[in-house]
């Protein structure tokens, strides 16, 4: 039923090479507070308005873990499929630097509460059920984020802001299974789907709330792993490919001119689109990794994971098939429908407010509401510079819209104009056909007479028509609606120039 | 009014309910104290108006037929390793000289909550690292105590919480605060003739108490007899959501429960403490302590802790570990000492401070620790020196399951003189070899004096129980003071 995914490689001077990818992504927990102390997360605060005594590491201050981050996690590892370690821990990775206030991050490195699971990502938006893979995740590990230095404040001294010290990240490490940017991508924007239909992270790239460390290598198809490269936060999707096709490439060269690739950490340039070294394994830190002896082992309890299991949402796959078989929409359509959850949700409520408006259940006007929103709605919005999350209409009014369309009050034509005056100013879709007269006509009487002024006035167009050219029948159709103003009931206008020609 | 300063913890409550004197008067006579007694170092820093306020608060309570909660107008001296709101917190060191938190640590925020009043913050060894207070950035104290010899050799008063050991033993309070790690309340309180309690790991809040060692850190009192120390350890015992290893147990009414009897009791004596070459004034004591807790009643069990000998080894490997990290925070960044040399970047900000800002024993024990956790050393040193510690915890729980409590020295010797072993650490740590293991294996263990050796100076024996079972700790130790009848004191020479 699958197709695979068809072969990336890098022509060399001496061959093809196959690309290795592994992603290491960091996604903020979204929460109220931080992983280990009370203390406000909110992003844009203030520089050091969200920091608790525990943030600021001063002397004696413990760390409590916050429940609702661990909740998450577990919530994020049942969402792929993952093993969840009942008994993990919190270990303490020590370096010192000015954002990192108490010379050690907490994190776990020996003991992470998720273990194995799997993400799968697919190559053809028209079909995704085809070319088809499974990506492995190594585990899930929560762990502190550092704070943030700021070097514009002061021309001599550096400053610190502590607001995002202590906030909870789960790092989420991936299998090296992914063979081209492409792949990628795609696991990058499926996990991003995922964490935000859980809940458990924001997903935004902007606001640094997801960002990867992209582990790149490369081979001779069949031989062993090569020596990898770690570019560390990458913080879009499309960096993250540029980053890959960069530093594959790199590497590529390097090797074909005689020389090794170094283990080593590497920083992209998203003005040049190129990776540069930033340190080397040899400088790397002896990181003296232990058990944070200020925290018991983390235990969870067989009702606290079911609870979590039981608190998840229909995902983002099982959302796009139900959309299929219970809705009978596309493939493609229910994709595009559920790759956002927002986009879920909004389509959705228009669903449930459209069979409300027509009494008819969901799967009846499934198809005009999905393709409504796809091939028109979207496009509006897009015009526009807007998306859903910033759109002036909600589903009950695109409803309202689709009703109107539904029971012939406006036609198809009519109702793009309408949807463009409801996105201008905000007002309903049935006060703006009513103000400006928009409602359809089925009056017969003055149909027919603008068929026959029609067909009178394009006395050789109907000779024409009648000498076989049948083609010209779409001419008088669109000529009638043009005296009409668009406003006349299509099939009425067919029935009549069929059966005035005929 | 000088009597009032022979009282105890329980006397000076129960005077101060009754009314038989003050809690103003107790106060002050317990500042005149201090304020005489500056040469032996014990404070830090003294607060002699919080010891009145608090005094005032509390005979203002009693004038107003309120409760004077259960330290009501006892003055209690506040080892400086507690972060006290608005009130100086060093943990003896230069690095955070001049450090006034906007914070209170949870065991001194109750003891001021049941009453108590504090006179001042007392010196110890730099963040607690130390068994003679010879590691203070702000001088050693001196013990009150001096050899039988008529000379006047200057004594170590145990460490680290030296200064709460002879502040207690000169009569500049009647309890004090200390924090045992690896013997630093049970060590200080042998060489200085007073009683301490280590309570089971988890007993006592953390939350605010400057880390040294977190898996083995715990708070403490130290009081001239048992009763005091079990007043004290009520009021500083408790559950507290902010110290994930805080004990989710409520607090045993321990100085109701005090019963010297030790009818039906087994008492465990470990054969391997029982060292070569040891002390003969030591052993002579423990055979002493052995006599009398079987003239309390209680069947003498000789019982073997097999893995003594690698307790010290592994203390100082993970104690340090944990220190290595915990005093990571202190880099000039935030807060405390700042060294920035000119042209310094972050780097040498570092280097600067933690150079000017650690004394020598902390910057040891920071180097052993980042040693121990290296890459390529961490298996061989704190993962085998974590296996020691489970089996040290094994060796105890085996003997739990026969002996009530064990009895053992405090430490190996009596006081030693300043200077003494100050230049061999190896020496210095042997100092706490019987103190460690029930650290380790986070058990309740608690000194009481048992007498004098042939100098004139006092020996400790210690009492080691079950986990949270500190009752059982405290009624052995009563059943030791009653016999043992210690009313030796230090003659007052400053």
């Known amino acids: ?502 | 009014m000088s009597e009032l300063t022979e009282l105890g913890v329980a006397a000076i409550r129960d005077g101060v309910s009754t009314g038989t004197f003050s809690a103003v008067e107790v106060a002050e006579a317990f500042n005149a104290n201090v304020a005489a007694a500056a040469t032996l170092n014990a404070f830090i820093v003294t607060t002699p108006d919080k010891a009145l306020d608090a005094a005032r608060a509390v005979d203002a309570n009693r004038a107003a037929g309120k409760p004077l909660g259960k330290l009501g107008g006892v003055p209690i001296g506040m080892k400086d390793l507690f972060a006290t709101a608005g009130v100086q917190t060093t943990a003896a060191s230069h690095m955070l000289e001049g450090f006034i938190p906007p914070y209170e640590s949870t065991v001194s925020g109750k003891l001021w909550a049941e009453g108590a009043g504090m006179l001042g913050k007392l010196n110890l060894d730099q963040f607690a690292m130390g068994s003679s207070n010879e590691t203070s950035y702000f001088g050693n104290v001196i013990s009150p105590w001096r050899r039988s010899d008529g000379g006047n050799a200057a004594l170590a008063p145990g460490g680290s919480s030296g200064g709460s050991s002879t502040a207690v033993s000169a009569r500049l309070c009647p309890a004090a605060t200390g924090t045992d790690t690896g013997g630093s309340i049970r060590q200080p309180a042998a060489f200085t003739g007073i009683s301490g309690i280590k309570p089971t790991y988890g007993r006592c809040s953390r939350w605010g108490i400057v880390a040294f060692a977190s898996s083995l850190d715990q708070a403490g009192p130290m009081a001239r007899d048992v009763t005091d120390c079990a007043i004290m350890l009520e009021a500083m015992s408790g559950f507290d959501p902010k110290d994930s290893t805080s004990l989710d147990l409520p607090v045993p009414a321990w100085e109701a429960g005090l019963n010297p009897d030790m009818r039906g009791k087994k008492v465990g004596v470990p054969v391997e403490y029982r060292m070569d070459g040891m002390d003969a004034d030591v052993a002579a004591s423990w055979e002493q302590g052995i006599a009398w807790l079987r003239d309390a009643g209680a069947t003498i069990v000789e019982i073997s802790l097999p893995h003594t000998k690698y307790a010290l080894p592994a203390y100082y490997i993970i104690a340090p570990a944990e220190a290595s990290s915990n005093l990571a925070r202190y880099d000039g960044v935030r807060y405390g000492l700042r060294d920035l040399p000119d042209n310094a970047g972050l780097q040498d900000m570092y280097a600067a401070t933690r150079a000017a800002g650690f004394g020598a024993e902390v910057k040891r024990r920071i180097l052993i620790g980042t040693y121990v956790l290296s890459a390529g050393f961490y298996d061989a040193y704190y993962t085998q020196a974590q296996k020691v510690r489970t089996l040290i915890s094994r060796d105890f729980a085996r003997a739990f399951e026969t002996v009530d409590v064990i009895l053992a020295p405090t430490a190996p010797t009596a006081a030693f003189a300043l200077g003494e072993k100050s230049a061999d650490p190896l020496a210095m740590y042997l100092n706490d070899v019987f103190a460690v293991p029930a650290s380790l294996a986070g058990l309740p263990a608690m000194s009481v004096p048992a007498g004098l050796n042939r100098e004139g100076l006092p020996l400790g024996l210690q009492v080691i129980g079950r986990p949270f079972d500190e009752q059982g700790v405290l009624n052995a130790g009563l059943a030791i003071e009653r016999r043992a009848g210690f009313t030796a004191r230090p003659e007052k020479w400053w």
């Open chain 1, 1 to 502: 039923m699958s197709e695979t995914i068809p072969n990336y490689r890098i022509q060399g001077a001496t061959g093809d090479w196959e690309v290795v990818i592994g992603l290491e992504v960091h996604a903020q927990i979204t929460s109220k507070s931080k992983l280990f102390s009370g203390a406000a997360t909110a992003f844009g605060a203030e520089p050091n308005s969200q920091v608790s005594l525990v943030d600021a590491a001063m002397p004696g201050m413990l760390p409590v873990p916050n429940r609702e981050c661990i909740r998450q996690a577990v919530r994020t590892g049942l969402a792929i499929d993952a093993q969840i370690n009942k008994w993990s821990r919190f270990d303490r990775k020590n370096y010192f630097y000015a954002d990192l206030p108490q010379g050690y991050q907490i994190s776990q490195l020996f003991h992470p509460i998720v273990g194995e699971g799997a993400i799968q990502i697919s190559l053809d938006d028209k079909n995704p059920d085809d070319k088809t893979k499974t990506i492995g995740v190594e585990r899930i590990h929560v762990e502190q984020d550092a704070g943030k230095l700021m070097h514009d404040q002061h021309p001599t001294m550096s400053y610190v802001d502590l607001n995002r010290s202590g906030v909870a990240l789960m790092e989420i490490v991936s299998r090296p299974d992914m063979r081209s940017p492409a792949e990628a991508g795609a696991y990058l924007r499926k996990l991003r789907s995922i964490l935000r239909y859980v809940g458990s992270c924001d997903g935004n790239m902007e606001e640094g709330s997801m960002r990867a460390d992209v582990n790149v290598s490369v081979r001779k198809v069949g031989d062993e792993l090569g020596t990898r490269t770690e570019t560390k936060n990458v913080n879009s999707v499309r960096f993250v490919m540029a980053t890959i096709e960069h530093e594959a490439n790199r590497q590529v060269d390097v090797i074909e001119a005689g020389g090794k690739i170094v283990q080593e950490t590497r920083l992209f340039d998203p003005d040049t689109g190129t990776t540069r070294s930033m340190r080397s394994k040899e400088d790397a830190h002896d990181y003296r990794y232990f058990p944070d002896p200020d925290l018991l082992p983390l235990v969870l309890e067989d009702d606290f994971v079911e609870e979590c299991r039981a608190s998840l949402p229909e995902l983002p796959d099982a959302k796009r098939r139900r959309y299929e078989t219970a809705l009978g929409l596309t493939p493609y359509t229910a994709g595009v429908l559920t790759a956002e959850v927002e986009t879920a949700r909004w389509f959705e409520a228009l669903l449930g407010e459209t069979a409300k408006a027509a009494g008819k259940p969901d799967a009846d006007v499934a198809k005009q509401a999905s393709n409504w929103l796809v091939s028109e709605f979207f496009g509006a919005l897009n015009k526009l510079g807007k998306g859903l999350e910033t759109s002036p209409i909600q589903p009950a009014g695109a409803a309202e819209l689709l009703a109107l369309i539904a029971n012939g009050t406006i036609s198809g034509t009519i109702a793009k104009q309408v949807l463009e005056k409801m996105l201008a100013s905000g007002d309903a879709a049935g006060a703006i056909v009513e103000r400006e007269g928009l409602r359809q006509t089925s009056d017969t009487g003055a149909i027919d007479a603008a068929v026959d002024a029609v067909l009178t006035a394009n006395p050789d167009k109907v000779e024409q028509y009648r000498g076989g050219k049948e083609a010209l029948f779409g001419f008088f159709v669109g000529q009638t609606m043009k005296a009409m103003q668009g406003k006349a009931n299509p099939q009425l206008i067919n029935a009549a120039l069929k059966q005035k020609l005929g």
